[in-house]
Structure formats: C-alpha cells, structure tokens
Nanobody, 115 residues
Framework: QVQLVESGGGLVQPGGSLRLSCTASGIIFSFYAMAWYRQAPGKQRELVASSVISGFTNYADSVKGRFTISRDNAKSTVYLEMNSLKPEDTAVYYC?????????WGQGTQVTVSS
C-alpha cells in the first residue's frame, strides 16, 4: 500500500518560514519524480515545485527564489523549504509521487500566512 504523509504546515506571519516534509512508503522512492502542489480556496490545484530523478528542479514563477525543494532518497522524503512567505501562499499543500503507471498523492497539509 502506497502512502505519502505530509507534515510541517501551520500558521505563520508574513515574511516567515516553514519547512514541509513528505515521507513515502510502499514505493521505490528514488524511481519517482516528486512534486509539491497547492490549492487555495476557490482555485485550481497548481504546481509549486518538482524534483525529478536526475536532480533537476523546477519552480512556479510565484515561488522562485523563496521556495526550495529537496529530496533525501535514503529517507524516502521530499522537503519544501518556504521562506519570505506571503498571504497569497496560503493553501493546502500536497505532495505527489509521479512515475510508472500511477501517480500518488498525500492528504495535504494546511499552510496559512496571516498576521
């Protein structure tokens, strides 16, 4: 059974930082591209950052220079370091594992940026 479990969300003031973690089980983690998506109320889910097997990373324009995705294959974990957070970063953040015949999703973790 495949599971992706996110953690690290919460309430933070504008300008603050958070680090999200997503730990996978039931898959060969190093074979999968990993990504973070987010969905704000009333909006479509959007790609925030991705990390493919080769190590190449990609970011949405809105988070470039503020967010960093990284992965630890030995721990089957992908991270999203978020700095200089803005109110518009408020959303539920989801972890995705993409590869093979299936994509897998975590349950999501809420990030709220507010003073």
């Amino acid at each position: 059974q495949v599971q992706l479990v996110e953690s690290g969300g919460g309430l933070v003031q504008p300008g603050g930082s958070l680090r999200l973690s997503c730990t996978a089980s039931g898959i060969i983690f190093s074979f999968y591209a990993m990504a973070w998506y987010r969905q704000a109320p009333g909006k479509q889910r959007e790609l925030v950052a991705s990390s493919v097997i080769s190590g190449f990373t990609n970011y949405a324009d809105s988070v470039k220079g503020r967010f960093t995705i990284s992965r630890d294959n030995a721990k089957s974990t992908v991270y999203l370091e978020m700095n200089s957070l803005k109110p518009e970063d408020t959303a539920v953040y989801y972890c995705q594992a993409a590869g093979g015949a299936h994509d897998y999703w975590g349950q999501g973790t809420q990030v709220t940026v507010s003073s």
